[in-house]
């Protein structure tokens, strides 16, 4: 199944554990495949970056060639706007872009949407209720 994962689940999943980290473990043991535009991955870095200078856990040389090793890189061809945050737009215009059915998100802004098209968006804690033994 492939999924598009909005950073701050990302962030949890790699800092603070929880949910989100059983969602990237899913991920990168090859039981789900994570989309991103090069937009998303660039966003992933930056706030990887800016966690890092608050934590002191420099986790970007560690993670970065394992997400370019699991994420599949799509071109965006969808550029509607959603959200009233526009910077999340580009988490649902990439799950339009490569027909992905699940955004699994943190952010209130985007699950308030609940449904755009057939694309739903969901808690880390949702997405492994209905899909963690797949």
């Known amino acids: 199944m492939r999924i598009v994962v909005d950073t701050n689940?990302?962030?949890?999943?790699?800092?603070?554990?929880?949910?989100?980290?059983?969602?990237?473990?899913?991920?990168?043991?090859?039981?789900?495949?994570?989309?991103?535009?090069?937009?998303?991955?660039?966003?992933?870095?930056?706030?990887?970056?800016?966690?890092?200078e608050k934590t002191g856990k420099n986790v970007r040389t560690e993670i970065e060639p394992i997400l370019i090793e699991n994420l599949e890189f799509i071109e965006n061809s969808n550029f509607g706007s959603y959200s009233r945050d526009p910077d999340d737009?580009?988490?649902?215009?990439?799950?339009?872009?490569?027909?992905?059915?699940?955004?699994?998100?943190?952010?209130?802004?985007?699950?308030?949407?609940?449904?755009?098209?057939?694309?739903e968006i969901i808690t880390a804690a949702e997405f492994l209720n209905r899909f963690g033994n797949s």
């Not at 473990?25 to 989309?35: A, E, H």
């Not at 535009?37 to 990887?48: A, D, L, Q, S, V």
């Not at 699994?104 to 609940?114: E, F, N």
């Open 89 to 119: 737009d580009k988490f649902i215009n990439c799950a339009i872009s490569g027909e992905i059915q699940n955004i699994i998100s943190g952010d209130k802004d985007l699950l308030v949407l609940k449904k755009i098209k057939e694309i």
């Open 9 to 52: 689940i990302l962030i949890s999943g790699i800092f603070f554990g929880g949910k989100p980290r059983e969602l990237l473990q899913m991920c990168f043991s090859g039981k789900l495949q994570m989309v991103c535009t090069e937009e998303i991955f660039i966003e992933y870095m930056k706030t990887i970056d800016r966690l890092t």
